[in-house]
């Protein structure tokens, strides 16, 4: 097939292709929302039921120094959560409620001395505690996220709330654009450092006017991402928070792993 017949292909279905791509996206779409309301609902019902009292009622009880007392309201908390009487599956992880049904386990054993030592208990306890305070905070950032954002931009002017509203996407834009060139200045300084110890002599290297604009891309979205949180409620370059910044440290970690098993190779 000739160019000439190709482009009067496309042009004769190109109508149908857009159709297509749209009725695609509007469902992707509508598919995504949807799932995240009902993920919103959800989570809400969950934590209001039983990952928030369940979660801050075993805070205190670990708080108490008396043994007796401790092991008493344990009791009564370990009750009060029967898996038949209340639906722990609202806790949303397994891992989650599997430890919960072995501190159960682990309980009656300690009430009838049929637990040789205090310690393995209280261990597994504490690992219960912190793992129902991980989900707990975990659901409640993603409820609440945007708590300080609508509590800013509802309060303001219509003008003002437009350019907020611009600034934001700005922001998650530089965002993408900073990742996105970062992740081209490592790959092309990496790709080059390979060639230099002569590793892989027909190695094909990353352009460099690409890695210029990447670092002039990289700079600039870095300056519009400190910029733009200086509008926006929450922490300085949120680039920092302690999320984020593990899961570019875990993909780091990936990236160095998967390139020194093709230098050792």
Known sequence: MELGDLM????????????????????????????????????????????????????????????????????KWLNDYTPYE??????????????????????????EKRLETEEEFYKDLKDLYDNLERQYWSIFNSLYKDYYWYNRILNTHFTYRVILECIRHIRNFSQFFFFISGLTIFLGMYFRILKEFNHFDDLYLIPSDLIVLAVFTFGVS?????????FIPGKLSSLMEKKIGESVLITSKRLLKFFKGIFNN
């Open 222 to 230: 870095l300056a519009l991402m400190v910029f733009s949180e200086w």
């Open 86 to 111: 209340v639906p722990i599956h609202k806790l949303g992880d397994k891992s989650l409620i599997e430890k919960f049904l072995k501190i159960r386990e682990m309980f009656q054993n300690l009430s």
């Open 8 to 75: 009067d292909f496309f042009k004769e279905y190109f109508p149908l292709l857009v159709a297509i791509t749209g009725a695609s996206l509007a469902y992707l779409y509508g598919r995504r929302n949807n799932n995240y309301v009902n993920f919103h609902s959800k989570a809400k019902e969950n934590i209001e039921d039983l990952l928030e009292p369940m979660y801050f009622r075993l805070k205190d009880i670990i708080s108490i120094d008396d043994k007796y007392e401790r092991e008493l309201k344990l009791d």
